[in-house]
């Protein structure tokens, strides 16, 4: 699904990534652990397509397609999603108003006719359910007053009505409390199957007790510099992210 | 007028002169002194020029160098309006009255007393059966001093908008009153509103400048409010004009004892629009609220001018003027507040917030607080921004195009000053308009629903701008 290859991207003519190489594939779970400042959100901005970075070298293929050439909006219609690390505060445009247009830009891309207004609010309802939102986000502007954790939960909400391809959880459990942190990976666990693919980057082992990954990589110093089953994701945790410098010593 | 060798001010001493009579004619002994006055200080002030510092960046003087026809009194004073419009907001309930190129149009009547004691109709004709009622009132407010467009409109103008509202009256209506200018020739029009109302009384009104042609027009309209003790005036102004229409738009506020005034001024369409706002509170405990919209794009101007002078202590006011500038157009904004030495316990914010939507779009803004008190909240400040790349990264990557994004961050800019219309019928109709306006499609040249500058067509109104 997803495929990147020796991913070299710098900003302001510092480094940041430096060869990374990853695989992808459907019905996969794949969480990226790592200290700060290692580049961990510059790769989860550069695959949603933030354009501040300078790509060196490097190719990602997302579904046999460039994803360099792809605008954001493309990206996120032919199923890519982030869940963002600090998600943006919009004044004045209401959820309800930023969701349906989302969900009707996406289905306009797929050539499928809008939902009515009905339908949406019946598919807003649901999803609500799924991430245990309980206020009326009606009225509510986009991520505006609300608190740490309900900025995630909406995250996940706005996962579960576009429901991607692949999805990128960007620290999503970062000052998470631990029934908010339940809620987010339930949301996930609900939405995950055999025909769409999970990033999870996270600094603990936590929420990995949650959700639980095929894969754990560690990205140092802008490359994976180790990659195992979900086993490796307890080993970090108790020798600490010191021990991998260890090894090549 | 006929000459145009001769200055504006020339032509229009020139005008005057000859017209004496029939300018005259109407006037009760104190307002045609008034306008006597009027007349001597527009002779040494002329139009205002850009040596003014609050008329540095409007430049009135190159526009009236071409030929304008003063407006004779109509025939059409009996026209039949909805042969020109009909109402489309079925919910909106006003009581509406038309001026067509500066005159009152009679429909019924020229002037009438409702029940309730609220009298409504033309100005002219108020000057004739309530003369003691508009002396009282008339020229109290506007301040003929501070240049020369608001003494040629005392000077000049002949008719306008009169309503009275007696005291504890509150009027559930609102009053809509919509200037239509219809011209062949380039016309220079004065029109003069004078509203009134009482103690522990309550009025909406509506005040909407729409042009019906693509005839250049020089619109010269001031308005006075007076608002007496624990009164309370919402007031709206609509502005949809053609690109060769230049309105230069006064209102003054009296405000006394406990009244509150709440007024939103949005600018859709213009070529040159300036909106003065001109409020003094005579005595405590008054509250301004003074608003703004301005969405502007190719090569329009609007200037809006804010004045807040707090004579007296314990008074509020609070300014907030938003704009959202497009393509070559220029936007202004002068807010002045002063606070007068014994004005303790004033509150007063200023805001002035913009987005500048292309390199060429110009924004001069000035806000300005003149202080003499020494027990006051005062606030002052002005911003000028692009759109949030931020914002606009996260909502395309939930799959909303680049065009969608940005019409959504402009819209949610807007509706700050939108949601500050407090009639709900009113209010969703804006809305509708600024969201088409920011889609393109009021645009008043092309695609505006009057047609005005393609007149074969047939003038259709699927949304009815002109009664709002």
Known sequence: MLSIKNLTVSIENKQILKGLNLEINKGEVHAIMGPNGTGKSTLANIIAGKNIYTIEE?????????????????????????????????????????????????RQYHGKDPLSAAEFLQKMEEKKKLVEIHSKLTNRSVNEGFSGGEKKKNEIF??????????????????????????????????????????VITHYQRLLDYIIPDFVHVLFEGKIVKSGGKELALELEQKGYEWLNQPSK | MQTTQKSIKERIIHYVENHSGEILQNDPPEMAQLRRKAFQLFKTQGIPGRNLESWKNTDIQSILDQEYHCSPEPESRKINVETFFHCNIPDLDTLMVNTLNGYYIY??????????????????????????????????CAIDTIDGMISLNTALANDGVFVYVPDNVEMKEAIQIVHINHNEERLLTNVRNLIVVGKNSSLTLVHCDDSYTKQAAFINSLTEIIVKQNAVVDHYKLQNLNNNTTLINQVFFSQFADSRVHSVAMTLNGG????????????PGAEANVLGLYLVDKTQNVDNQVYINHTAPNCTSNELFKGLIDDQAKAIFNGHIKVHRNA???????????LLLTDKARIVAKPFLEIYADDVK???????GQLDNDALFYLMSRGISKESARMLLMYAFAAEVINEIKIDVLRNQIDDMVKKRLHGELDICETCVLHCQNREREITFPIDMSKI
């Open chain 1, 58 to 106: 490097g190719t990602i293929d997302y579904m046999g397609k460039n994803l360099m050439e792809m605008e954001v909006d493309e990206r996120a219609n032919e199923g890519i999603f982030l869940s963002f690390q600090y998600p943006v505060e919009i004044p004045g445009v209401s959820m309800v108003n930023f969701m349906r247009t989302a969900i009707n830009e996406q």
């Open chain 1, 158 to 199: 706005q996962m579960a009505m576009l429901e991607p391809v692949l999805a990128i959880l960007d620290e999503t459990d970062s000052g998470l409390d631990i029934d908010a942190l339940r809620v987010v990976a339930n949301g996930v666990n609900k939405l995950r199957n055999e025909n769409n693919a999970f990033i």
């Open chain 2, 107 to 140: 429909r019924h009547s020229p002037l009438k007393k409702h029940p309730n004691g609220v009298i409504i109709g033309s100005l002219a004709e108020a000057k004739k059966q309530y003369p003691q009622l508009v002396d009282e009132n008339y020229g109290k």
């Open chain 2, 272 to 283: 040159l629009i300036r909106n003065y706002a001109h409020t003094r509170f005579h005595e």
């Open chain 2, 344 to 354: 303790q316990k004033t509150i007063a914010y200023q805001n002035n917030k913009n």
């Open chain 2, 378 to 384: 005062c606030s002052h400040g002005a911003t000028v």
